[in-house]
């Protein structure tokens, strides 16, 4: 299996992805050798878009699930339901991308339960099958079928971690937020902003990234600077737009967010 040229598949435009590494590379291989990928990275730093990307070139449908708390293996497997006085099967995200060969990407799996995971691991080794207890079958993953997970290393604690007997299932790629000249690029290209715009952006996540370990749980994130900078595209006023694109998405601590404004006064307020 090769990586078809085309730009566009039957859902539509490749959505855009800019690399920072050899991960497209790494993702194609994983697919194409039938091997599970596992994402580690920060929250917003291009996960999920990279994931959308590699599916929309492969021309692979792609069933993304945001795992919770509360998340069960039926969710993931499927489950039987009344309708019009009987009862009939519903293929859960997994089951309907192990029938199709797609992607089923589980994003932050660490949020699921320890129960539900252990679905997986027929899955993501040699026997890449999925039993489905409730029906009896036994689905054996074609070649185009692909497992891929994510979670975000930083924000785990210890009960909250991924058990190695699941993590060694996988290949895994680290990706982090993008240097600085790329994540100014992929700024310009997402909020249509210009060069001084998205610089001054990048150079003040750098900034408050910087003070992630003292005040803040998450950093801030790509995803937040293209947020911004569509606010300051559409005539916000400066101080406005990163308050409410930046700032208060970090913390909600009041002492926090005017230590947070500082910075930003010192970089948009003048």
């Known amino acids: 299996m090769s990586l078809p040229s085309t730009a566009a598949t039957g859902s539509g435009l490749i959505p855009w992805y800019q690399p920072q590494g050899s991960e497209s590379e790494l993702f194609l291989n994983a697919w194409n ?4 990928l596992l994402l580690k990275g920060p929250t917003g730093c291009g996960k999920t878009r990279f994931v959308e990307h590699m599916a929309a070139r492969l021309g692979r449908p792609l069933y993304t699930v945001a ?5 069960t293996a039926a969710d993931l497997i499927g489950r039987h339901l009344i309708g019009d006085g009987d009862t009939f099967w519903q293929d859960g995200p997994l089951t309907r991308a192990v029938r199709e060969g797609g992607i089923c990407y589980l994003d932050e799996v660490v949020e699921a339960r320890k129960d539900t995971t252990v679905v997986l691991h027929p899955l993501s080794d040699n026997r890449r099958i999925l039993p489905i207890d409730r029906t009896g079958e036994i689905l054996s993953a074609p070649p185009e079928f692909m497992l ?4 975000n290393p930083g924000y785990q604690n210890l009960l909250k971690g991924m058990k190695p007997s699941t993590r060694q299932r996988f290949v895994a790629v680290r990706l982090d937020f993008p240097a600085p000249e790329l994540e100014q ?3 310009m290209r997402e909020a249509g902003v210009g060069a001084d715009v998205a610089g001054r952006l990048v150079t003040l996540a750098g900034q408050l990234r910087r003070l992630k370990d003292h005040d803040l749980e998450e950093s801030a994130s790509t995803r937040l ?3 911004t900078a569509i606010l300051l595209r559409d005539g916000f006023d400066p101080l406005e737009a990163c308050r409410a694109g930046l700032v208060e998405p970090l913390s909600d601590d009041d002492l926090t967010v005017d230590a947070l404004m500082e910075v930003v006064q010192a970089s948009f307020g003048h």
């Open 148 to 151: 891929v997970v994510s979670f």
């Open 67 to 71: 795992c919770h708390d509360d998340l």
């Open 33 to 36: 050798n039938r091997l599970p």
């Open 185 to 187: 690029t992929i700024v």
């Open 225 to 227: 600077l293209i947020y």
